[in-house]
């Protein structure tokens, strides 16, 4: 009887193990940033969620503080031509930031932890440029969704225009 016992208290022992290790696989996710600071995991900006989460943020972020405006869309500098494409299919509605324009909905950064991210947005309002941030949830395979808005209500520089030549001669043609 105790050699029963033995085995069965060795499996239950294994099975919560196991299942503890299940269960921090969430809590090991990457973490990721792009443009990535010194320090930071770095990030490539052409894998998914990647694109998607520029996207949606500044979708996001035009939709709440300034729907009736056009969305003038401006990324980091260096951002390949495809996700520039990619964003502005995602957007839908707007155009890429030309160097004539002087204001633009610009994605500063974009953090993805696990199950949450984040999207830092430049926005010009009242003649000035402030910061807000997208944050999102979701997870590996799945959809991100934006869940909040923060609105920093700090004034911030207005970023330069880093639209690639080819970008803007593809949306010369399509208006």
Same mark, same amino acid.
């Given at each position: 009887?105790?050699?029963?016992?033995? &085995?069965?208290?060795?499996?239950?022992?294994?099975?919560? *193990?196991?299942?503890?290790?299940?269960?921090?696989?969430? !809590?090991?996710?990457?973490?990721?940033?792009?443009?990535?600071?010194?320090?930071?995991?770095?990030?490539?900006?052409?894998?998914?969620?990647?694109?998607?989460?520029? !996207?949606?943020?500044?979708?996001?972020?035009?939709?709440? *503080?300034?729907?009736?405006?056009? *969305? &003038?869309?401006? %990324?980091?500098?260096?951002?390949? /031509?495809?996700?520039?494409?990619? $964003?502005?299919?995602?957007? !839908?509605?707007?155009?890429? =930031?030309?160097?004539?324009?002087?204001?633009?909905?610009? $994605?500063?950064?974009?953090? %993805?932890?696990?199950?949450?991210?984040? /999207?830092?947005?430049?926005?010009?309002?009242? !003649? *000035? =440029?402030?910061?807000?941030?997208?944050?999102?949830?979701?997870?590996?395979?799945?959809?991100?969704?934006?869940? &909040?808005?923060? %609105?920093?209500?700090?004034?911030?520089?207005?970023?330069?225009?880093?639209?690639?030549?080819?970008? %803007?001669?593809?949306?010369?043609?399509?208006?």
């Amino acid at each position: 009887m105790r050699k029963h016992t033995l &085995i069965f208290a060795s499996g239950l022992a294994t099975f919560g *193990i196991a299942l503890a290790m299940l269960l921090a696989v969430p !809590g090991c996710a990457s973490t990721m940033t792009y443009p990535e600071y010194p320090g930071a995991p770095k990030a490539d900006p052409s894998l998914q969620p990647m694109p998607d989460l520029m !996207g949606d943020a500044l979708k996001f972020a035009h939709q709440n *503080i300034a729907p009736s405006t056009e *969305i &003038i869309f401006n %990324l980091p500098p260096t951002t390949p /031509v495809q996700v520039w494409r990619l $964003v502005g299919k995602r957007i !839908g509605t707007g155009r890429p =930031m030309t160097a004539s324009d002087t204001a633009a909905w610009t $994605v500063r950064q974009v953090r %993805l932890s696990g199950g949450k991210a984040e /999207v830092d947005v430049v926005y010009p309002t009242q !003649g *000035i =440029m402030q910061l807000a941030t997208v944050h999102f949830t979701g997870s590996t395979g799945q959809t991100f969704y934006p869940t &909040i808005l923060q %609105l920093w209500l700090v004034p911030t520089d207005a970023p330069a225009c880093t639209t690639p030549q080819i970008v %803007l001669d593809e949306s010369k043609l399509k208006h």
